[in-house]
């Protein structure tokens, strides 16, 4: 089968790929679509550490072609999202509802594939950029079909870690105001969710001033372009009159992250989604934070997958989440170096692949 393939040096397209067979409690997926999220990026640039080769791709949709021994809430044949939470499902954590702080989904690093007879790594637990992979079952979301599988895809990372930080961490009320800094796929569903609950004002702060009219779209009132003011931080304060409930950075930059700080009210929330380099420390002075401020770590948008995921399907069947907008192009797996590129440049809210067209 076809995948795409990271070995430390080369990202390259491969033809000769094999999934390991469908075990107990696991579900084979046939792959249709898989967004292409920075995190994926952010491996092939080292940012973030992993062995390698892997086969890469953690944002998918694409339908059950076989389960195993044990599975019981999908069959074969439906419509899913692949969810990178390998959680356990029974310690106590997942029995609290906060499946992210399952201790079971740190430090595997399963081995599914074979490519020219050497063992292949699984990117996050899914690697969505094969036409086929095994995951365990609780990872295979169940949804409904009217959902086109290129938006669906993106549901599994962007939305759940975008919307799910306002939502499930922040928990951001009706007329709170936001400022989310940077508008690609994580920002834009942290915008949109912040609209559905009504927050106000919403200020969508990015470099692109061709991301304004999409941030915009999804809900921001309010867009702050650095290049074209003298202080990003007095122009976020004016708009919303001494300083932000919420922040939400969505890049990864230490001087964005620090500067986010001085973004919040007194009382307000900093919310950190960006990834940064291994290592990187963000500096600020104690005092900056007596005032009642927080800073705030979220995994995966404090999400539970099995109810999120079906809850943003269903949002957006009744016209009230936008997935279709999220994806601005759908590519060829044989493209992905385009697809890459125009992400690099700033074309793209998601650009999404085509892995079984």
């Known amino acids: 089968m076809k995948g795409i393939v990271w070995d430390g040096k080369d990202l390259s397209v491969v033809n000769d790929l094999e999934v390991k067979d ?10 249709v679509n898989s967004g292409v999220c920075h995190s994926d990026v952010a491996v092939v640039e ?3 550490p992993f062995m390698t080769p892997a086969v890469l791709g953690h944002e998918g949709a694409g339908v059950v072609e076989e389960i195993g021994a044990g599975v019981g809430h999908v069959k074969v044949g439906d419509h899913v999202v692949i969810s990178t939470l390998g959680n356990c499902g029974h310690c106590r954590f997942c029995d609290a509802g906060k499946p992210t702080m399952c201790r079971d989904t740190f430090g595997h690093y399963p081995k599914p ?5 050497e063992d292949h790594y699984a990117f996050a637990n899914v690697s969505s950029f094969a036409q086929y992979t095994v995951v365990k079952a609780q990872q295979a979301v169940p949804i409904p079909e009217e959902v086109p599988f290129p938006s669906a895809s993106l549901i599994g990372c962007g939305v759940l870690t975008g919307a799910g930080a306002v939502l499930n961490r922040a928990k951001v009320g009706i007329a709170e105001s936001v400022v ?3 508008v690609g796929g994580i920002g834009l569903n942290a915008i949109q969710a912040a609209a559905l609950v009504g927050a106000n004002p919403i200020i969508a702060v990015d470099t692109n001033p ?20 003298d202080d990003t931080v007095a122009a976020v304060k004016d708009l919303t009159h001494g300083g932000a409930a919420y922040v939400f950075e969505c890049v990864g930059a230490k001087p964005l992250m620090e500067q ?13 989604l960006g990834v940064t380099p291994f290592g990187t420390k963000i500096e600020f002075t104690p005092e900056s934070l007596y005032n009642d401020k927080t800073i705030m770590g979220c995994r995966y948008g404090t999400s539970r997958p099995q109810a999120d995921i ?3 399907a269903e949002l957006y069947l009744a016209g009230k989440f936008k997935l279709d907008e999220l994806v ?24 999404v692949l085509d892995i079984n067209p």
């Open 210 to 229: 061709a991301k304004e009219a999409t941030a915009k779209l999804f809900g921001a009132t309010h867009f702050v372009n650095p290049k074209e003011v």
């Open 22 to 31: 469908c075990g107990p409690g696991e579900v084979r997926v046939r792959v």
């Open 260 to 272: 986010a700080i001085s973004m919040l009210q007194w009382d307000g929330t900093f919310v950190i």
């Open 180 to 182: 989310v800094i940077g």
């Open 113 to 117: 594939f074979t490519c020219g007879g």
């Open 46 to 48: 080292g940012t973030i």
């Open 310 to 312: 079906l809850r943003y």
């Open 328 to 351: 601005t192009k759908v590519y060829p797996m044989d493209d992905i170096h385009d697809l890459l590129h125009d992400m690099h440049d700033g074309r793209l809210a998601r650009g």
